[in-house]
């Protein structure tokens, strides 16, 4: 009888309901991930479909592009070198230099 009264009491009951708490945080968290998971699968999938495909050939500014991210293109036209901009403080091949994006 001692112990059923210890065991209902005000500290154990509170105890008791954060542990609870605690689990169901645990649970949502783990469903979170698994969501998280499923579209990561989704996203490398397209991906993968994209960038096998042959280069897209753009001839000028196309609607729809949307769907072809990720896939490689071919572009011709002339250099505009008035607009061309520097980035600097790039990385590669463990040099820092810049990308000049014309």
Request: hydrophobic content about 45%; glycine content about 6%.
């Amino acid at each position: 009888m001692k112990l059923l009264g210890a065991a209902l009491s005000r500290k154990w009951i509170l105890t008791t309901l954060l542990v609870l708490l605690g689990t169901a945080v645990c649970i949502r968290l783990g469903i979170w991930q698994l969501d998280r998971l499923e579209q990561r699968r989704a996203f490398n999938a397209t991906y993968l479909q994209n960038t096998v495909l042959p280069p897209l050939v753009l001839q000028a500014a196309q609607d729809g592009l949307q769907d072809q991210e990720y896939r490689a293109v071919t572009l011709s036209g002339v250099y505009a070198f008035e607009s061309q901009v520097a980035l600097r403080n790039r990385y590669h091949e463990g040099e820092y230099g810049y990308h000049l994006i014309t």
